[in-house]
Each structure stands twice: as C-alpha cells, then as structure tokens.
C-alpha cells in the first residue's frame, strides 16, 4: 500500500515538472540549437536566417518590466550602436508574450530583438531551466495599470554563438546589469 502511494506521488510530482527540465545544457564549443519563436512584431524569428551572418547575444531573462531585467535590457539598449558596429546582433529571450514584449520595448526604447517564449522550447533547446505556468507582473504604464501575463519563466543565461554557429560564450550565473558590459568585453575577444 505504502509503495502505490510513494509511486503515485512519485507520478504526479513528475507530471508537475514536465516541461520544465530543460534538455541537456549547451556549452562553448558546442554548436548552436536551431530554433524559432514570435518576435516583438509578431513574426517568426527563425536562428536560421540569422546565425552565420553577425555573431549573436542570445540572452534569456525571467520578465518583461522588472527590475533587473529592465537594467539588463537597458543596458543592450545603450550598448547596442558599438555592438552593432562589431557586427554582433542581440536577441532578448522570455517566456512574455509578444504583445507584453511590445510595451517593455515602446517603455524602455529597446533597439534589438525579443522573443516570446511562452512554452519554454527556445530556453529548452539551450539546457537553460524554466518554469511553466502563469505569472503575472503588474506595472503602471504611460499612467495607466497594466498587467503582463507570462506563461513560462526562465532564468537569466546568456550565450554568444559566433558566425560558424559555435557557442563561444556561456554565462549560466548572469549578474543582470553587469551582463551589457560582460558580453561587450567578450566580444572585443573574439
């Protein structure tokens, strides 16, 4: 009787965490995963149409509008012309909906592209550790209450994957507003 019970609650337990462990984690060296999500505008974002041609900052946040994923984000923001320049694109990636992405940007006049990552597969790919189920942020914008739903939450990792498709940089315990400034030395570097 003890072990039906231990097995059942081995059962449900596992049932709560699918979809949030992720596949095996990328590391430097590794090649990049192909993968595609809506971006900021509605469209299709495909790693295909991108990798090989600039290198990428792929970089995945918690939530759109909170404190240190709005400092990291501004600061990809005010870095991103000498970013640009050395041929490097940025991608934000989270499990926000398009439409909570078009506020953050249109709040916070960010210059580069996000992801919306509402079922976690983006983060999957990556081996970065995300969470399914809802959350809300609620926020005042342009002087009115407003609530962002979010359907996945990821953590704050970041990847730089050069134009052979390598990942070349891989930083799993990110310190939001120092991450800007981290990746553009590591750039320098390559």
Known sequence: MRLKLFT????????????SAPSHA???????????AKDDHGK???????????????????????????????????????????????????GDSVEN?????????????????GDGKVANA????????????????????TELLRTATAKRWTFVIDRNGKVVHKDDAVKAKADPATIADVIKKL
Request: charge should be neutral; hydrophobic fraction near 45%; glycine fraction near 10%.
């Open 8 to 19: 059942g609650l081995i059962a449900s337990l596992s049932i709560l965490f699918v979809g």
């Open 26 to 36: 990328i590391d430097v060296g590794d090649d990049a995963p192909k993968f595609e």
């Open 44 to 94: 299709l974002w495909k790693s295909s149409d991108h990798v090989g041609k600039k290198i990428l900052v792929v970089y995945f946040y918690p939530a759109d509008m909170t404190g240190g994923c709005t400092a990291q984000a501004c600061g990809y923001r005010d870095k991103m012309e000498s970013l640009a320049s050395a041929g490097v694109e940025v991608i934000g990636v989270s």
């Open 101 to 117: 992405h078009q506020i953050f940007k249109k709040a916070h006049q960010l210059n580069f592209t996000l992801l919306a990552d």
């Open 126 to 145: 990556f081996g970065v550790p995300v969470n399914l189920g809802d959350k809300v942020v609620k926020k005042v914008i342009d002087g009115s209450a």
